[in-house]
């Protein structure tokens, strides 16, 4: 059925920021796939090319693990911040040149913070014009920026989302959908998809809940993971269903959140990296195989 010709990937260095430690972790769950975003402390952002063809390239056969995406800090500056706009267009370029070199055509974004207190939609036509130079790099590279709905950042509710996406118009620039961070913004998850699912091309599996907006292992909070992705798998969605778990503190959390990273961390921070990811990855099977046993009935 629809679900063989998914991929399941996730972000590894949630499991630890050894990168060694991540590729075992992933190979023994039987996963193929990760995103790109930690490796050895560092992040993908700061590495070169060179650092990514002679070191990690080779360590990724190794263990015949390919990339989904590249999971990038581009866009995740104040919108204000000129100088470090231009630092990450130069980061950008670097990181295209890394997607091809590893075989992957997708690299994760965010459509930058906007200044507390202030309103987000007073800064739409600036945040456009910069994703637009973010897209026309990517396109001399023919890789496909995905917007993650973030919190802090213009892109955080569907709305704002859906007119960056309408306005930009560009085959390289699409969706991602993250459950969890629409909900922690206080967005109906099934409004969401319903505004964006043509403009949707990687999910990323992480839920939470509202009452005090920490992460909960998928399923078991207010994203509506089960019913949304029945509804896209029907649709004929065919992409990568990519972990990220937050139920535990990792390295990498502290840099991901504006607000404190324990506060995102709902019932188990007694769990190691390994042990949450791989909880992660056995309910997601858990919520594919019930979606694919309800359609069987039909």
């Given at each position: 059925m629809f679900i063989e010709n998914l991929n399941i990937s996730g972000f590894s260095d949630e499991i630890s920021a050894d990168f060694d430690t991540q590729l075992e972790v992933v190979s023994k769950l039987g996963m193929h796939y990760l995103s790109l975003?930690?490796?050895?402390?560092r992040n993908i952002g700061d590495y070169t090319l060179e650092e990514i063809e002679s070191d990690v390239l080779p360590r990724l056969k190794k263990f015949g693990i390919g990339v989904s995406s590249i999971g990038s800090p581009i866009g995740k500056i104040f919108i204000q911040d000129e100088d470090a706009f231009t630092n990450q267009k130069e980061m950008l370029d670097r990181?295209?040149?890394?997607?091809?070199?590893?075989?992957?055509?997708?690299?994760?974004?965010?459509?930058?913070?906007?200044?507390?207190?202030?309103d987000p939609d007073q800064y739409r036509d600036v945040v456009i014009q910069k994703i637009k130079e973010f897209t026309t790099i990517a396109e001399e590279y023919n890789i496909i920026l995905l917007h993650e709905n973030e919190k802090d950042i213009f892109g955080d509710i569907a709305r704002r989302c859906d007119e960056m996406l309408s306005s930009v118009n560009s085959r390289y620039f699409k969706a991602?959908?993250?459950?969890?961070?629409?909900?922690?913004?206080?967005?109906?998850?099934?409004?969401?998809?319903?505004?964006?699912?043509?403009?949707?091309?990687?999910i990323h599996i992480k839920d939470a809940v509202k009452s005090d907006n920490q992460n909960v292992v998928c399923g078991t909070g207010e994203g509506q993971i089960q019913s949304i992705l029945s509804q896209a798998l029907r649709s004929g969605y065919q992409g990568f269903l990519t972990l990220e778990p937050h139920l535990v503190l990792f390295d990498s959390l502290k840099d991901l959140e504006l607000d404190k990273a324990e506060e995102v961390i709902k019932d188990n921070k007694g769990l190691n990296g390994a042990e949450g990811y791989k909880l992660q990855y056995e309910a997601l099977l858990q919520i594919l195989e019930h979606i694919e046993s309800e359609e069987k009935k039909k």
């Open positions: 975003r930690g490796i050895d402390g990181l295209c040149r890394i997607s091809n070199l590893l075989e992957c055509k997708y690299i994760r974004i965010f459509s930058f913070y906007i200044p507390k207190g202030e991602i959908f993250d459950f969890a961070n629409f909900v922690q913004c206080g967005e109906d998850t099934q409004d969401c998809y319903d505004l964006l699912k043509d403009q949707i091309a990687y």
